[in-house]
């Protein structure tokens, strides 16, 4: 059995310097809204970090009622969600 948790974290971008002013642009004129739009940016660095300091468990009601808990059994079965069905 194995059980999953979904959970919401931050990630960091790191720009460089040289890059700076072409993300803000992107920014400014809404290209640039997810990390997905980074692939849209000719940039020359562009690094992540995965802030896990910050991470949080959430509820269903925070997730459209999905589930945020899930028990499998050991055949990848699921056998219980706290998900509204």
Not at 64 to 69: C, I, K, S, V
Request: charge should be negative; proline fraction near 2%.
């Amino acid at each position: 059995m194995h059980i999953d948790f979904k959970i919401t974290t931050w990630e960091r971008a790191i720009i460089s310097e040289e890059d700076k002013e072409i993300v803000l642009k992107a920014i400014e004129n809404g290209k640039l809204k997810t990390q997905g739009d980074f692939d849209n940016l000719e940039i020359e660095s562009l690094s992540w970090e995965t802030m896990t300091d910050v991470s949080e468990y959430m509820l269903p009601s925070e997730n459209d009622n999905q589930p945020t808990l899930e028990v499998f059994d050991n055949n990848d079965k699921r056998i219980y969600t706290n998900g509204v069905d």
